[in-house]
């Protein structure tokens, strides 16, 4: 709970809020407040009462998401494309390398959740009382650039809705797979970017293909177990079988990385540390002929575990890695493709510091509108890390910010929320009723709890 909103954040709505009305360019730095700064489970309550001399009733806050004129997502497309346009270009003019990865991820909700849109499915633990529980998602198909200076910039998320939401309300019914073709086709990056898509095995396939190649991206991705290759012969074989079926003796190469001491270092915001953890591969590159795809680059890999497994200790966990770059080598297919957790890690932070998975209403599309209001604050921790950085006297505190995530960032900002709340507590003191100002505010903070 804050007395005022951050200074910057309110200069950070300024500039994005052209296209709102002046309730909404009021509330809406109240919101980014508290998915900021509240403790615990952003529900609407919790929203309405971050900023105690801005008190929003909970109600409001949930009239306010239900509003079809309150075009959040308009807002993200205007920041983010800001934000890529933004990025500082390198002195001697060289191409630059940006990473785009791709992932699909689900809130979960109760199972007896009235609320539409919702996929329902069992989940995988003992049964309870009654039968076989279960519980109900909604699905957002997410995008994450990496810059090469470890900038990261959410794309639009595209929301997947079930085929009956979709009779119901009109809309028309796209698969997830669908969806990423929007994002990628929808992309506006600065010319002398060169782009690397990075997904998992359910996203890959002639579409992805197709789309790179037309766009000019390279992109990395897993094949399925039925993926097949067409030798001279125009035999066809299973990818999976053929990788595990190949001796040693046809070539097989090692890889060791280092963490904080890889080439990608930057784009996964971490340093070196006393653990010096490593990470060993072996793996086997080739170019093969795969059905509907053509002439591509195969890397197959087999990646040794950094812990001790507890039934197998010599468990291997295999890949294998297509790419439509012929030029990439087999440890640069490796070590790119090892940059597609980091939208993992992404999907945990929004949803453990952020409140992404904590809206707890009926509306779907004031859903959507509360993860458009998730989204802009991971925006505003970015830009400001990049001010910081910008304004920082030291090495240190330059090393410090390249490898903040999302909880140090909120850190940062209550330190700056704490100097901006002492300074006002302060110059009420000396004002003329400056003091039964303070206790009103004392008083509300203890009816907020």
């Keep these: 709970m804050i007395v005022k909103i951050p200074a910057s954040l309110e200069r950070f709505c300024e500039r994005i809020g052209s296209g709102l009305t002046a309730g909404q360019r009021k509330v809406l730095p109240v919101l980014l407040a508290g998915l900021l700064l509240a403790k615990g489970r952003r529900s609407q309550a919790a929203l309405g009462r971050t900023v105690v001399t801005e008190p929003r009733h909970r109600a409001s806050v949930s009239k306010l998401l239900g509003r079809e004129r309150f075009r959040t997502r308009e807002l993200v497309d205007e920041v983010v494309q800001a934000e890529i346009d933004g990025?500082?270009?390198?002195?001697?003019?060289?191409?630059?390398?940006?990473?785009?990865?791709?992932?699909?991820?689900?809130?979960?909700?109760?199972?007896?959740?009235?609320?539409?849109?919702?996929?329902?499915?069992?989940?995988?633990?003992r049964k309870k009382k009654g039968g076989t529980p279960s519980t109900k998602s909604h699905t957002f198909v997410m995008g994450l650039v990496l810059t090469e200076r470890g900038v990261r910039i959410p794309l639009t998320r595209r929301t997947w809705r079930t085929k009956k939401y979709c009779r119901t309300s009109g809309k028309k019914y796209l698969k997830q797979t669908e969806l990423a073709?929007?994002?990628?086709?929808?992309?506006r990056l600065p010319a002398d970017v060169d782009v690397v898509v990075l997904v998992d095995e359910y996203f890959e396939g002639q579409w992805l293909h197709e789309v790179c190649t037309e766009l000019g991206y390279t992109y990395i991705a897993p094949?399925?177990?039925?993926?097949?290759?067409?030798?001279?012969?125009?035999?066809?074989s299973h990818l999976h079988a053929r990788g595990r079926s190949l001796p040693e003796s046809e070539g097989w190469r090692k890889l060791t990385l280092l963490r904080g001491s890889e080439e990608t270092a930057r784009y996964r915001r971490y340093s070196v540390r006393r653990t010096r953890a490593k990470r060993h591969y072996r793996f086997f590159h080739e170019v093969s002929h795969v059905a509907k795809l053509g002439p591509v680059g195969v890397v197959y890999s087999w990646k040794k575990p950094s812990y001790r497994p507890r039934r197998n200790d010599s468990a291997e966990s295999f890949k294998v890695l297509v790419t439509n770059s012929l030029e990439l080598s087999g440890a640069r297919i490796v070590e790119y493709y090892e940059l597609r957790w980091q939208i993992e890690l992404w999907?945990?932070?929004?949803?453990?510091?952020?409140?992404?998975a904590d809206y707890s209403g009926t509306d779907?599309?004031?859903?959507?509108?509360?993860?458009?209001?998730?989204?802009?604050?991971?925006?505003?921790?970015?830009?400001?890390?990049?001010?910081?950085?910008?304004?920082?006297?030291?090495r240190r505190r330059c090393g410090e910010l390249d490898v903040m995530r999302t909880t140090g960032l909120q850190s940062e900002l209550a330190i700056e929320v704490m100097?901006?709340?002492?300074?006002?507590?302060?110059?009420l003191l000396f004002a003329p009723g400056g003091r039964h100002r303070i206790l009103h505010l004392c008083s509300q903070m203890r009816k907020a709890g």
């Design 347 to 356: 999907f945990r932070e929004l949803k453990s510091h952020l409140g992404l």
């Design 364 to 394: 779907f599309e004031a859903f959507e509108r509360h993860v458009d209001l998730v989204m802009l604050s991971f925006l505003f921790l970015e830009r400001r890390r990049c001010e910081l950085r910008a304004a920082a006297r030291s």
């Design 181 to 187: 073709e929007l994002m990628l086709r929808s992309l």
């Design 419 to 427: 100097r901006d709340d002492l300074s006002y507590l302060r110059s």
């Design 223 to 236: 094949v399925k177990s039925d993926r097949c290759f067409i030798d001279e012969d125009g035999n066809r």
């Design 87 to 125: 990025q500082p270009k390198p002195r001697d003019g060289s191409r630059r390398t940006w990473f785009v990865i791709m992932d699909g991820t689900s809130t979960k909700r109760g199972g007896f959740t009235k609320i539409a849109n919702a996929r329902q499915y069992k989940v995988s633990r």
